[in-house]
């Protein structure tokens, strides 16, 4: 079954705007990657500064391709400083999964 990484991010609220423009930026980069399978960026609604960046791969040997190959190339460049104040990184191996049903 599939991995899940989620990237937690810590971002003030002045910089949120500037995150989602730069992760809207580098759309398609990640899409065309080997292995995977999914991306979501979650905005918080309340209570919290963590913005969760969620990644699901065919593979944890997928994954690190990209986090080696990719994902530096994405990060890279234009001498911005990060959005986020902090991040830590989850993983998960998808254990049930579920889809609708068709009608």
Same mark, same amino acid.
């Given at each position: 079954?599939?991995?899940?990484?989620?990237?937690?991010?810590?971002?003030?609220?002045?910089?949120?705007?500037? @995150?989602?423009? #730069?992760?809207?930026? =580098?759309?398609?980069?990640?899409?065309?990657?080997?292995?995977?399978? $999914?991306?979501? @960026?979650? #905005?918080? *609604?309340?209570?919290?500064?963590?913005? @969760?960046?969620?990644? =699901?791969? =065919?593979?944890?040997?997928?994954?690190?391709?990209?986090?080696?190959?990719?994902?530096?190339?994405?990060?890279?460049?234009?001498?911005? =400083?990060?959005?986020?104040?902090?991040?830590?990184? $989850?993983?998960?191996? *998808?254990?049930?999964?579920?889809?609708?049903?068709?009608?």
């Amino acid at each position: 079954m599939s991995v899940v990484k989620i990237n937690v991010l810590t971002v003030p609220a002045e910089q949120r705007e500037e @995150l989602e423009k #730069r992760f809207g930026a =580098r759309a398609g980069v990640v899409e065309s990657s080997e292995g995977f399978e $999914w991306f979501e @960026l979650l #905005r918080p *609604v309340e209570g919290t500064d963590n913005y @969760l960046v969620y990644t =699901r791969w =065919r593979s944890e040997e997928d994954f690190q391709a990209w986090m080696s190959g990719s994902m530096q190339a994405a990060h890279r460049g234009g001498g911005q =400083r990060p959005a986020s104040t902090d991040s830590s990184l $989850w993983s998960f191996e *998808v254990a049930q999964q579920a889809a609708p049903k068709a009608v």
